[in-house]
Antibody, heavy 122, light 107 residues
């Protein structure tokens, strides 16, 4: 049974870097058919895909955040990380890590972490 | 690729059948997924590939469409179905886009 668990500071000051870790258990992170991603949800708003990383470490980001975001995968530690620099109040959100299972040509997020609430405030 | 959903919210009663629409700004073939998010909960995958039900999802949920226009239909609405529903395109995988969501409320 796959389990994902986000961790990191719940409060980040404006202009600093938001850093979160997602620890994966129950399956390998190295299979070709998986992408590992981050999605966020501001309070009262919808889901926003942030980015994915594949088995080789190649990364893919949403265009609106690509200048500030980086995602890394450490398969030995079974961890996924998210760094978002120069944060503002608009980055306040619940941050989810999730696995995208890409079989039959249809990538979909079939497993999600519980979410990490992050507030940007001084 | 930009995704839109309609309506943004709707009110319905237990037992009703409802349909939510999702439109892509360009053709995405059948690369369209649907998620359910209950209040305060984690999103849950319902349907992938436009019409394939994820394991464990009740058969009252169904999806259709291809190209740019897609639908999610919930037959015989149950109390636990009152949630927000999101579509998500995976045509440009591994770059994804979510729709803005449709909130289904109790009438």
């Amino acid at each position: 049974q796959l389990h994902l668990q986000e961790s990191g500071p719940g409060l980040v000051r404006p202009s600093e870097t938001l850093s979160l870790t997602c620890t994966v258990s129950g399956d390998s992170m190295s299979r070709v058919i998986f992408y590992w991603g981050w999605i966020r949800q501001p309070p009262g708003k919808g889901l926003e895909w942030i980015g994915n990383v594949d088995y080789s470490g190649s990364t893919y980001y949403t265009s609106s955040l690509k200048n500030r975001v980086s995602i890394h995968m450490d398969t030995s530690k079974k961890q996924l990380s998210l760094n978002l620099s120069s944060v503002t109040a608009a980055d306040t959100a619940v941050y989810y890590c999730a696995r995208s299972y890409d079989s039959s040509g249809y990538g979909r997020f079939d497993s999600w972490g519980q979410g990490a609430p992050v507030t940007v405030s001084s | 690729i930009h995704m839109t959903q309609s309506p943004s919210s709707l009110s319905a009663s237990v037992g009703d059948t409802i349909t939510i629409a999702c439109r892509a700004s360009q053709s995405i073939s059948r690369s369209l997924n649907w998620y359910q998010q209950r209040p305060g909960k984690v999103p849950k995958l319902l349907i992938y590939g436009a019409s394939t039900l994820q394991s464990g999802v009740p058969s009252r949920f169904s999806g259709g469409g291809s190209g740019t226009d897609f639908t999610l239909t919930i037959s015989s609405l149950q109390p636990e179905d009152f949630s927000t529903y999101y579509c998500q395109q995976s045509y440009t995988s591994p770059i994804f886009t979510f729709g803005p969501g449709t909130k289904v409320e109790i009438k």
